[in-house]
């Protein structure tokens, strides 16, 4: 009788030993994309210290990573896998480290309650604002003329009338000021922008607009700040928003530009070209090598010694420095500036410049030393777009698609037009997500815009720029100049008929932060990767999508101080309590409730029943009628008709404390639950509130305005 001998144990493959030996197999073929994933770790772990609400999370996120480095380390047993996620992890937990410590660091005390206080400080930045007549201050080195307020902050942001900004202000000098201060504001509601958090991390314990003139009492300097005297010069050679765009690529100051035209520009998907990024630097570098070498190549014995490129090269990284001293040292050109010196750096030692790994380089540096920066749009889009487009370059069929032919000129201009038109779309697809979760808002003809605007800006308005503010030293830059404002007006054209193109924008409400992570966690992965698995991305950007696109717009809107109320009609336009709202209230809450029509007042709708102090509405959702109650004003209702109407609502929404007696029949939004939860959204059918204060967030910036809310 034939027996089969059993294989002994050691020769069976577990299946921990298998998927090992599959994973090893992946990252061999991957090798040289695995560095690019050390910035993505980090930034993980800053946004995990972001996301989780306290310090008891943050040590097992902290804690969790190190664990997950040590047991790969065990169980990989000295192979390239166990290796990359050992690395991964210990990103990860330097990236929660990192900026926990940062938010530590920039502890400041943050003022309690309003206060009109009268003080003397030192200006520490000036921002000129001439489209809204305004100069923004930077103080620090407060010093209380009468007594202190609560928790009296160091540095404060001001906002100056013009009338009232003395001629002579300048950085550093010192100033005497009555100004009414404010905390800085956590998000209205829940989606908006959180001012709170970007002042903590700059050390802001007030903001606030100053009450009568300000005066300089000492070190005030008649020699204006060499940015403010070049945007001003711009500005007078320019005037309207050309001058103030204009202003903006050489400074970075957009101050200048009228709102209309700014919407302008973010709706036709135009607005970073407002924001000193990687194209003005490149921009300005290229313009500077190109000068230079030819200019150097006119000398046939330094021509021969093949320095000329170096020279170049040197000419330009002074010229990105340069550029990123004058226009204020932000966060995105920062990042760009280190970017073109990368560059400039491998093109010295005969290395392929634009890579990935050029830009995880640049991700790093800035995480390193601005992790807050990541929770911003301006850090998301800059990168996203930027490895959107060499991600695109490096695909071997797209190269060979686009690459040098000897053919004639229609060959040439149809490659170039189909290269710029991909890349064009490639961008907008991935910026759009960005786009939603920060602006609530999705451009549709962005990238037939921007086929157009950026090589206008790059090649025709920033060289015409340049040699204006060059021959203006031989007062010969007025033809240039003139030049140069029939470009701007054509690139506000461009960015108003975008705009206003049917369909041109699309409202979305908030998007939810975990499908905004399905989304980014799936479009690394098909960037970063080279093989056939890059394609798995797909599949969490195909959840996210579905889940941004499920998700319902709120029904209700709640602002965090009670006053401002908006409820979603039927047809999707937005109804507010008040008759008189002004524009960023009224545009927030449209924004936020995805809402694409202007809001209407909500006492001029047929189902509500307003007074002048209180308002009724009924809506209908989900089969079910909902009756909400809202005060109006800040006089009192008596009491018996208050009850009566607390008792037949579903909610009562109030700016000020409710009687106790007041008892809805599902929710009570009055001032001393306002004070805990901040802003509120509501999506009836569904029973969700949501509020900007989750349960027990400890934040730093969230537990200072939840003190600041609170009823004293």
């Known amino acids: 009788m034939a027996t089969t001998a059993a294989q002994p144990p050691s020769t069976h493959l577990s299946a921990l030993q298998t998927a090992l030996a599959w994973l090893e197999k992946r990252l061999e073929a ?88 009268r003080l003397t400080a030192r200006v520490e930045k000036i921002d000129q604002l001439p489209a809204r007549g305004l100069v923004r201050l930077r103080l620090t080195d407060l010093q209380w003329i009468n007594a202190a307020p609560l928790h009296a902050p160091t540095r404060i942001r001001v906002n100056v009338a013009d009338r009232d900004a003395p001629a002579n202000l300048a950085p550093n000098a010192v100033v005497a000021l009555r100004a009414r201060l404010m905390p800085p504001p956590p998000p209205a509601v829940p989606g908006a922008y959180d001012f709170a958090r970007v002042a903590w991390f700059e050390g802001i314990g007030a903001t606030g607009r100053t009450l009568g003139p300000v005066t300089v009492m000492s070190g005030g300097n008649s020699q204006t700040p060499v940015r403010t005297r070049l945007a001003q010069h711009i500005q007078a050679r320019l005037a309207g928003s050309a001058g103030g765009i204009a202003a903006a690529l050489a400074t970075g100051d957009t101050g200048g530009i009228a709102e209309p035209d700014q919407e302008a520009m973010r709706a036709s998907g135009l607005a970073h070209l407002l924001s000193v990024s990687g194209l003005h630097i490149t921009a300005a570098v290229g313009l500077t090598m190109l000068l230079v070498s030819r200019l150097l190549a006119l000398n046939m014995r330094l021509a021969l010694t093949g320095r000329v490129p170096l020279i170049a090269a040197a000419a330009g990284a002074a010229a990105a420095l340069g550029y990123t001293w004058l226009t204020g ?98 961008v907008e697809i991935a910026l759009m997500p960005i786009a939603v ?47 140069a404002g029939q470009a701007l007006t054509l690139l506000l054209f461009i960015a108003h008929v975008t705009a206003q193109a049917p369909g041109a924008t699309t409202a979305l409400p908030v998007m939810p932060v975990p499908a ?52 979603r009609l039927p047809g999707g336009r937005i109804a507010l309590l008040r008759d008189r709202v002004g524009d960023y209230a009224r545009d927030m809450l449209a924004e936020t409730g995805g809402a694409e029509e202007e809001p209407v007042t909500l006492s001029d709708q047929a189902d509500a029943a307003c007074s002048r102090d209180l308002c009724r509405s009924d809506l209908l959702r989900g089969g079910r009628r909902w009756r909400i109650l809202a005060t109006r004003s800040s006089y009192l209702v008596p009491i018996a008709d208050m009850l009566d109407a607390c008792r037949s609502a579903d909610i009562v929404i109030s700016e000020r404390w409710l009687p106790r007696g007041c008892t809805p029949r599902w929710l009570r939004l009055d001032r001393a639950v306002l004070a805990q939860t901040g802003g509120v959204a509501i999506t009836l059918e569904a029973a969700d509130v949501r509020t900007v204060h989750r349960a027990g967030d400890t934040h730093p910036w969230v537990l200072a305005a939840i003190n600041a809310e609170r009823p004293r």
């Not at 800035?366 to 807050?372: K, R, S, T």
Request: aromatic letters at 8%; hydrophobic letters at 60%; a positive charge.
């Open 30 to 117: 991957e090798r040289d994309q695995l560095p690019l994933w050390l910035p993505v770790m980090l930034g993980a772990g800053v946004a995990a210290w972001f996301i989780l609400p306290d310090s008891r999370l943050w040590r097992v996120a902290l804690l969790a990573g190190l664990s997950a480095a040590l047991l790969a380390l065990a169980v990989g047993r000295g192979g390239r896998g166990g290796r990359a996620i050992a690395t991964a992890s210990i990103a990860f937990s330097i990236g929660v480290a990192l900026i926990w410590t940062k938010a530590d660091r920039a502890a400041a005390p943050v003022l309690q309650r309003p206060a009109i206080a």
């Open 329 to 426: 040292g932000e966060v995105p050109t920062v990042r760009s500036c280190i970017a073109a010196l990368l560059v400039l750096a491998a093109m010295a030692l005969g290395r392929e410049a634009l890579t990935l790994r050029l830009v995880a380089a640049g991700a790093m540096v800035v995480l390193l030393l601005w992790p807050e920066a990541l929770a911003g749009p301006s850090f998301q889009l800059s990168f996203a777009a930027v490895t959107a487009i060499i991600a695109l370059a490096e695909h071997p069929r797209l190269r060979a698609w686009f690459a040098p032919r000897e053919d004639g000129w229609p060959g040439r201009l149809l490659r170039g037009g189909g290269s710029l038109l991909l890349t064009g779309l490639v």
């Open 437 to 483: 979760f920060h602006f609530h808002k999705a451009g549709v003809y962005g990238a037939l815009a921007n086929m157009v605007a950026i090589p206008l800006t790059t090649f025709v308005i920033m060289p015409l720029e340049a040699t204006a503010l060059l021959l203006d030293a031989l007062h010969l830059g007025e033809p240039f100049w003139w030049l």
């Open 516 to 567: 905004f992570a399905l989304i980014v966690a799936g479009g690394l992965w098909l960037a970063l990767w080279r093989t056939d698995w890059r394609i798995l991305g797909l599949l969490p950007i195909a959840f996210g999508v579905l889940w941004t696109g499920i998700t319902p717009p709120p029904d209700i809107l709640v602002t965090g101080d009670g006053r401002h109320v908006a409820l």
